[in-house]
């Protein structure tokens, strides 16, 4: 399994940080996931993946030290989403 980890915070995401220290939280650290973890995750195929961005029916990877990679949280959310969709039917 691939992760990198963001060390290295922009004065936006810093904000954030020192909000959610004060407020009390504790903030969850922020995975990337490379495209193979994230085809490990999810079940689907590279092509599917592209073809549901597109789509806007899938997370939006960024590019990282020019590499594609997505927010584990959001891929989380996105499985999340279709258990919710299946339960619901």
């Known amino acids: ?8 915070l922009n004065a936006s995401a810093s904000n954030l940080l020192i909000g959610a220290i004060a407020s009390g939280m504790s903030p969850a650290p922020c995975v990337f996931l490379e495209r193979g973890e994230v085809q490990r995750r999810t079940a689907l195929g590279r092509t599917t993946i592209w073809r549901l961005i597109k789509a806007d029916a899938f997370p939006k990877p960024l590019r990282y030290y020019g590499k594609a990679v997505w927010i584990e949280s ?4 996105w499985m999340r989403a279709r258990i919710a969709d299946r339960d619901a039917a």
């Open 1 to 8: 399994m691939t992760e990198i980890r963001d060390t290295n």
């Open 74 to 77: 959001e891929i989380d959310a």
